[in-house]
């Protein structure tokens, strides 16, 4: 993340020029979209009610403005840290499209990586987050072509 690029929020709300960073391969799964791609209103419209369960999306991180922030930092990330522990390495890191520019990734570098799969957005608000962060996590997936993607021989919807 240079200076002049605002850091994105890995788990921001589908809409209108928001990136599309992954798809929903399960609980605590997430195929990976790389490059990441952003999503227009016809994609949107297409993704039917609530995109952000099937989908992971960014956008540019609020900040204060947003209510998991705070002492200085997204709050968010470190509350799933804490509730996924491990004496485990992280390993290879899988191929996320915005790593460079993530508030998440330059916080709490490869830990925040390991986590990231389990977070899931229903458009609901923050003690929802953390409820389906608490599932237990699978390794990721990743893909270059959403739909290339695959679950258990069965393409992701």
Not at 22 to 30: E, F, K, Q, R, T
Not at 71 to 93: F, K, N, W
Request: aromatic share 4%.
């Amino acid at each position: 993340m240079t200076r002049d690029d605002p850091p994105l929020c890995p788990s921001a709300r589908g809409k209108p020029g928001a990136t599309l960073i992954g798809i929903s391969a399960g609980p605590g799964a997430l195929g990976y979209v790389t490059p990441a791609v952003t999503v227009d209103e016809q994609f949107l419209a297409a993704a039917g009610d609530n995109p952000e369960e099937r989908f992971r999306f960014a956008s540019r991180c609020h900040e204060s403005g947003c209510h998991n922030w705070g002492e200085d930092r997204c709050q968010l990330i470190h509350q799933i840290m804490s509730r996924h522990p491990t004496d485990e390495e992280p390993g290879d890191l899988p191929a996320c499209g915005i790593r460079s520019s993530c508030r998440w990734f330059a916080q709490a570098g490869r830990e925040a990586c390991r986590v990231c799969p389990v977070v899931r957005n229903p458009g609901a608000d923050h003690d929802t987050l953390l409820r389906t962060a608490l599932r237990p996590a699978r390794p990721a997936a990743t893909a270059t072509d959403p739909s290339q993607l695959q679950r258990s021989g069965t393409p992701v919807p």
